[in-house]
C-alpha cells in the first residue's frame, strides 16, 4: 500500500471493529494510540536486539542506563521489554498483562507520552469486550506498512495530521482548533522567514521557533523545514504548547522519532498556554499558531485577569478580549514572547478569523489591544485568505504578520493584502474545505508581501489611520409641561414618588403608621398640582416655580427625588419648547438624543465636528468630560481595521430595460409552463 490516502483509509476503517462496542466519539480513543505506538513499534525495530543486550550487560552496573540505552537505540527513548507487536500476538491469551509489561518497558519520557493516551483503560475495555487481539492484528498486519524504511517521518506526521482531522470532523469540533491546511501552515512559514533569507543563510546560524497551540507539530516542523531549505547548516530548535492530551502525544511521539537527541521533543509541553505556560520567560526569533476561533476563556479566566492586572509586566497588559473568544489573548501572549529588538528581533505569523479585526467598540478589550499592537507598530501585514479553506469551518480567515524589527519602508504602515481569490477548487471536498491554495499562488502572495506595492490586490496604510475617536454629541433638553389626568396617573408610577409610602421600619405597627403617613402626603401632592391651570407650559423656568409655589401653599414640602419625580411625570419631549437648563445656565443634555462621532485620528474633532455634525443639528455640542483615560484627550480613542471596505470595489445596477426584458422572459416561460400542465 503506497498511496498515503490509502494508509489513512486503513487506519480509518479499524473503526469497523469497535462499531457496537465503543461510541462514535470513542473510536479515536483506540485508532490514534495504537497508531502511535506501532508506529514506534516500527521505529525501534532495528535496534531493539541492540537495545536488550546493552540492557542487559549494564543492569545493576550502572547507576543510569539511559545514556547508553538512547545511544544502543540511536533515539532519545527506548523499550527494554522482550515484546514487540509480532511477540506479544503469539501469546493471545495473555495479550493485556503483556501489552502493559512492554508499555512499562518505555524509557520515561516515552512513558510520560503515551500516558496522555489513557492506555491502561484503552486497553481494559478492549480485552472486556474480546476485541484487543484483533485490533492489535489489524495494526500489525503487513497492509499498511509502518516502517520508516516505507513510511517517511514526513508522509508519517501528515498520517497523524489527517487522522486527528477526520476525527474532530467526525466529532464537529471547534473550527480549526487542531489542525490547519498544510498549504496554510506553508504560507504561513513563507511569510515569517521571507524577509531574513540572508540571515539565515549565515554560517553558524541559530534559530527558534515556537508554536503556543502546536496541535500535532505540523506549523513547527514546517517552519523548520523552510529554514534548513536556506540553509542546512542551521541549527533550529523547536517549542510548543498543546492542551489536548492526544495531540500532544502525538507531537512529542513524533518528534521523538524525528531526532537522535530528542532535544525538540523536550521542549513542548502540556497544559494550557493562557493559564499555565510552562516555558518560562524564553523569547523566540519566529513564533506561528492556529489559536482556536470563537472558543470561551471562561477555564483560563481567574489565572488570565490576575494576570492582567500586572499590566504590561504579564503577558495581557493591554486588556482583555470579551471571555467568549480567546484568539487575541494568544497573539498578545506570542507579542510578549517575541525576542528583544536588541537581541535580533522576533516575527510572528497567525491566523484568525475576522472577529479580532473589528469586534469591540472604542475602550474595549479588543480595541485596546488593537491599539497596542498599531501604536507600538508591530503589524507589517494582514492577508484574507480564500473561504471554504479549512476542514472544519467555510468562514473568512486571516493570516497576521506582526513584527517589531520592521524593515524601514514598512515603519508606520500596515500592507493589507486580498487574497480570497486566490485558489483553486479541490477535486474532492474534504468537510467544509473545497478549495486549496497552490504553490504558485503561495508565491503570489509571497511576492505581493514581499514587494509591497499598492495595487489591485494590496493597500497600504499608515497605522494611524485604523484609529479614531469617538466622541459623545449632545443635544439639549426640551420639555414641555401640564398637568392632565394622564399625566399625573404617570407621577403615581415614578419610583421617586411611590417610595413616600414605603417604609424601612422593622416593627410593624410602626411601618403601617409611616406608610399611611406617605400615602396621605402622596394624596396631598396631587391635590396640590391638581390646583394648577391646565394649560401646556413650554418652558421648565416657567413651569417649576410655578409647581414650587402650588405645593407651597399647600403646605407641602418635598425632597429632590420627589420633584424630580414629579417633573418626569409632567413632563414630555417637545422640539418647540425651550431648552432646559441647569443652575449655571449651561443646557441640559437629553439623555435620548444623546449619539456619538467615530471622528479619524488625522483629524481635529472640532473641525470634524463643525463639518458633519453642526449643518445637520445646529445646537448640538460635544460632551467634553468624555476623555479617553490614556491621553485624557476628548473622547475615546479606538482602533478597527475594516478590512472588506478597504477592498471595495462598486458595482452598477443593472440597466431597467434590461432586469424589465428578464421579467418578461420569466413571465413567457410561466405561462408556457401553466399552458403545458393545463393540456
Given at each position: 500500500?503506497?498511496n498515503?490516502?490509502?494508509?489513512?483509509?486503513?487506519?480509518?476503517?479499524i473503526?469497523?471493529?469497535?462499531?457496537?462496542?465503543?461510541?462514535?466519539?470513542?473510536y479515536?480513543?483506540?485508532?490514534?494510540?495504537?497508531?502511535?505506538?506501532?508506529?514506534?513499534?516500527?521505529?525501534?525495530?532495528?535496534?531493539?536486539?541492540?537495545?536488550?543486550?546493552?540492557?542487559?550487560?549494564?543492569?545493576?552496573?550502572?547507576?543510569?542506563?539511559?545514556?547508553?540505552l538512547?545511544?544502543?537505540?540511536?533515539?532519545?527513548?527506548?523499550?527494554?521489554?522482550?515484546?514487540?507487536?509480532?511477540?506479544?500476538?503469539?501469546?493471545p491469551?495473555?495479550?493485556?498483562?503483556?501489552?502493559?509489561?512492554?508499555?512499562?518497558?518505555?524509557?520515561?519520557?516515552?512513558?510520560?507520552?503515551?500516558?496522555?493516551?489513557?492506555?491502561?483503560n484503552?486497553?481494559?475495555?478492549?480485552?472486556?469486550?474480546?476485541?484487543?487481539?484483533l485490533?492489535?492484528?489489524?495494526f500489525?498486519?503487513?497492509?499498511?506498512d509502518?516502517?520508516?524504511?516505507?513510511?517517511?517521518?514526513?508522509?508519517?506526521?501528515?498520517?497523524?495530521?489527517?487522522?486527528?482531522?477526520?476525527f474532530?470532523?467526525?466529532?464537529?469540533?471547534?473550527?480549526?482548533?487542531?489542525?490547519?491546511?498544510r498549504?496554510?501552515?506553508?504560507?504561513?512559514?513563507?511569510?515569517?522567514?521571507?524577509v531574513?533569507?540572508?540571515?539565515?543563510?549565515?554560517?553558524?546560524?541559530?534559530?527558534?521557533?515556537?508554536?503556543?497551540?502546536?496541535?500535532?507539530?505540523?506549523?513547527?516542523t514546517?517552519?523548520?523545514?523552510?529554514?534548513?531549505?536556506?540553509n542546512?547548516?542551521?541549527?533550529?530548535?523547536?517549542?510548543?504548547?498543546?492542551?489536548?492530551?492526544?495531540?500532544?502525544?502525538?507531537?512529542?511521539?513524533?518528534?521523538?522519532?524525528?531526532?537522535v537527541?530528542?532535544?525538540?521533543?523536550?521542549?513542548i509541553?502540556?497544559g494550557?498556554?493562557?493559564?499555565?505556560?510552562?516555558?518560562?520567560?524564553?523569547?523566540?526569533?519566529?513564533?506561528?499558531?492556529?489559536?482556536?476561533?470563537?472558543?470561551?476563556?471562561?477555564?483560563?479566566?481567574?489565572?488570565?485577569?490576575a494576570?492582567?492586572?500586572?499590566?504590561?509586566?504579564?503577558?495581557f497588559?493591554?486588556?482583555?478580549?470579551?471571555?467568549?473568544?480567546?484568539?487575541?489573548?494568544?497573539?498578545?501572549?506570542?507579542?510578549?514572547?517575541?525576542?528583544?529588538p536588541?537581541?535580533?528581533?522576533?516575527?510572528?505569523?497567525?491566523?484568525?478569523?475576522?472577529?479580532?479585526?473589528?469586534?469591540?467598540?472604542?475602550?474595549?478589550?479588543?480595541?485596546?489591544?488593537?491599539?497596542?499592537?498599531?501604536?507600538?507598530d508591530?503589524?507589517?501585514?494582514?492577508?484574507?485568505l480564500?473561504?471554504?479553506?479549512?476542514?472544519?469551518?467555510?468562514?473568512?480567515?486571516?493570516?497576521w504578520?506582526?513584527?517589531?524589527?520592521?524593515?524601514?519602508?514598512?515603519?508606520?504602515?500596515?500592507?493589507?493584502?486580498?487574497?480570497?481569490?486566490?485558489?483553486?477548487?479541490m477535486?474532492?471536498?474534504?468537510?467544509?474545505?473545497?478549495?486549496?491554495?497552490?504553490?504558485?499562488?503561495?508565491?503570489?502572495?509571497?511576492?505581493?508581501?514581499?514587494r509591497?506595492?499598492?495595487?489591485?490586490h494590496?493597500?497600504?496604510?499608515d497605522?494611524?489611520?485604523?484609529?479614531?475617536?469617538?466622541?459623545?454629541?449632545?443635544?439639549?433638553?426640551?420639555l414641555?409641561?401640564?398637568?392632565?389626568?394622564e399625566?399625573?396617573?404617570?407621577?403615581?408610577?415614578?419610583?421617586?414618588?411611590?417610595?413616600?409610602?414605603?417604609?424601612?421600619?422593622?416593627?410593624?405597627?410602626?411601618?403601617?403608621?409611616?406608610?399611611?403617613?406617605?400615602?396621605?402626603?402622596?394624596?396631598?401632592?396631587?391635590?396640590?398640582?391638581?390646583?394648577?391651570?391646565?394649560?401646556?407650559?413650554?418652558?421648565?423656568?416657567?413651569?417649576?416655580?410655578?409647581?414650587?409655589?402650588?405645593?407651597?401653599?399647600?403646605?407641602?414640602?418635598?425632597?429632590?427625588?420627589?420633584?424630580?419625580?414629579?417633573?418626569t411625570?409632567?413632563?414630555?419631549?417637545?422640539?418647540?419648547?425651550?431648552?432646559?437648563?441647569?443652575?449655571?445656565?449651561?443646557?441640559?443634555?437629553?439623555?435620548?438624543?444623546?449619539?456619538?462621532?467615530?471622528?479619524p485620528?488625522?483629524?481635529?474633532?472640532?473641525?470634524?465636528?463643525?463639518?458633519?455634525?453642526?449643518?445637520?443639528?445646529?445646537?448640538?455640542?460635544?460632551?467634553?468630560?468624555?476623555?479617553?483615560?490614556?491621553?485624557?484627550?476628548?473622547?475615546?480613542?479606538?482602533?478597527?481595521?475594516?478590512?472588506?471596505?478597504?477592498?471595495?470595489?462598486?458595482?452598477?445596477?443593472?440597466?431597467?430595460?434590461?432586469?424589465?426584458?428578464?421579467?418578461?422572459?420569466?413571465?413567457?416561460?410561466?405561462?408556457?409552463?401553466?399552458?403545458?400542465?393545463?393540456?
Amino acid at each position: 500500500m503506497n498511496n498515503f490516502g490509502e494508509k489513512v483509509n486503513f487506519l480509518w476503517s479499524i473503526a469497523e471493529l469497535l462499531r457496537d462496542r465503543f461510541k462514535r466519539g470513542k473510536y479515536q480513543d483506540v485508532i490514534l494510540p495504537f497508531t502511535v505506538l506501532r508506529r514506534i513499534d516500527c521505529v525501534l525495530a532495528p535496534t531493539k536486539e541492540r537495545v536488550l543486550t546493552t540492557h542487559a550487560k549494564l543492569k545493576g552496573k550502572l547507576e543510569n542506563l539511559d545514556p547508553q540505552l538512547r545511544k544502543a537505540a540511536g533515539f532519545a527513548f527506548y523499550n527494554t521489554s522482550r515484546y514487540d507487536f509480532e511477540k506479544l500476538l503469539d501469546d493471545p491469551p495473555n495479550l493485556a498483562a503483556n501489552l502493559r509489561t512492554y508499555l512499562n518497558g518505555f524509557s520515561e519520557n516515552m512513558r510520560e507520552v503515551l500516558d496522555k493516551f489513557d492506555f491502561p483503560n484503552t486497553i481494559a475495555k478492549l480485552d472486556e469486550h474480546g476485541l484487543l487481539f484483533l485490533v492489535m492484528e489489524r495494526f500489525a498486519s503487513n497492509v499498511v506498512d509502518l516502517h520508516p524504511d516505507r513510511v517517511s517521518n514526513h508522509e508519517m506526521g501528515t498520517i497523524f495530521e489527517e487522522l486527528v482531522r477526520r476525527f474532530n470532523e467526525a466529532l464537529d469540533e471547534n473550527p480549526g482548533e487542531h489542525f490547519t491546511p498544510r498549504e496554510v501552515v506553508r504560507l504561513m512559514a513563507t511569510l515569517l522567514v521571507s524577509v531574513d533569507r540572508e540571515v539565515i543563510k549565515q554560517k553558524a546560524i541559530v534559530r527558534t521557533v515556537c508554536d503556543p497551540c502546536c496541535g500535532t507539530g505540523g506549523m513547527l516542523t514546517t517552519a523548520k523545514e523552510q529554514i534548513l531549505a536556506l540553509n542546512p547548516n542551521a541549527e533550529v530548535h523547536m517549542f510548543g504548547h498543546e492542551s489536548q492530551p492526544e495531540t500532544f502525544a502525538v507531537c512529542k511521539a513524533d518528534l521523538y522519532m524525528k531526532s537522535v537527541d530528542g532535544r525538540d521533543a523536550d521542549n513542548i509541553r502540556f497544559g494550557s498556554t493562557l493559564s499555565d505556560w510552562q516555558l518560562g520567560p524564553r523569547r523566540y526569533d519566529y513564533q506561528c499558531a492556529n489559536p482556536p476561533y470563537g472558543k470561551d476563556w471562561k477555564l483560563d479566566q481567574a489565572a488570565v485577569e490576575a494576570e492582567a492586572e500586572r499590566g504590561h509586566a504579564g503577558r495581557f497588559g493591554a486588556g482583555l478580549p470579551r471571555i467568549s473568544d480567546g484568539q487575541l489573548l494568544f497573539l498578545q501572549h506570542m507579542l510578549s514572547r517575541m525576542k528583544e529588538p536588541a537581541d535580533g528581533g522576533g516575527r510572528v505569523a497567525i491566523v484568525m478569523n475576522g472577529a479580532p479585526l473589528f469586534t469591540g467598540d472604542a475602550g474595549s478589550g479588543e480595541s485596546e489591544i488593537r491599539r497596542w499592537i498599531l501604536e507600538n507598530d508591530w503589524l507589517e501585514a494582514i492577508i484574507a485568505l480564500p473561504e471554504q479553506l479549512f476542514y472544519n469551518t467555510g468562514i473568512s480567515t486571516y493570516v497576521w504578520v506582526l513584527s517589531n524589527r520592521k524593515e524601514k519602508r514598512r515603519r508606520n504602515k500596515v500592507q493589507l493584502i486580498d487574497a480570497s481569490g486566490f485558489w483553486t477548487p479541490m477535486r474532492k471536498s474534504l468537510g467544509n474545505k473545497r478549495r486549496e491554495i497552490g504553490d504558485n499562488q503561495i508565491r503570489q502572495i509571497v511576492d505581493l508581501y514581499s514587494r509591497f506595492e499598492a495595487g489591485e490586490h494590496c493597500r497600504i496604510f499608515d497605522s494611524i489611520e485604523f484609529g479614531y475617536r469617538k466622541i459623545t454629541v449632545e443635544r439639549p433638553l426640551r420639555l414641555n409641561f401640564q398637568v392632565t389626568p394622564e399625566r399625573l396617573a404617570r407621577l403615581e408610577q415614578e419610583s421617586g414618588f411611590q417610595n413616600l409610602a414605603v417604609s424601612k421600619k422593622k416593627e410593624a405597627k410602626a411601618k403601617a403608621a409611616e406608610e399611611a403617613e406617605g400615602r396621605k402626603l402622596q394624596a396631598a401632592i396631587l391635590k396640590a398640582l391638581g390646583t394648577l391651570p391646565n394649560r401646556l407650559w413650554k418652558d421648565r423656568a416657567e413651569f417649576g416655580p410655578l409647581m414650587d409655589d402650588a405645593l407651597k401653599r399647600a403646605g407641602l414640602k418635598v425632597g429632590a427625588p420627589v420633584r424630580k419625580a414629579i417633573l418626569t411625570a409632567l413632563s414630555e419631549r417637545d422640539e418647540t419648547a425651550e431648552i432646559c437648563r441647569d443652575d449655571d445656565g449651561q443646557p441640559e443634555p437629553d439623555p435620548e438624543l444623546r449619539d456619538t462621532e467615530n471622528v479619524p485620528l488625522t483629524q481635529d474633532i472640532h473641525e470634524h465636528f463643525d463639518r458633519e455634525v453642526k449643518p445637520h443639528v445646529p445646537d448640538a455640542w460635544i460632551n467634553t468630560t468624555v476623555r479617553d483615560p490614556q491621553d485624557n484627550e476628548v473622547g475615546k480613542v479606538g482602533y478597527e481595521i475594516n478590512f472588506n471596505r478597504y477592498f471595495y470595489q462598486y458595482q452598477p445596477p443593472r440597466p431597467l430595460a434590461a432586469i424589465e426584458a428578464d421579467i418578461k422572459t420569466l413571465e413567457s416561460e410561466i405561462v408556457a409552463m401553466l399552458k403545458a400542465i393545463t393540456r
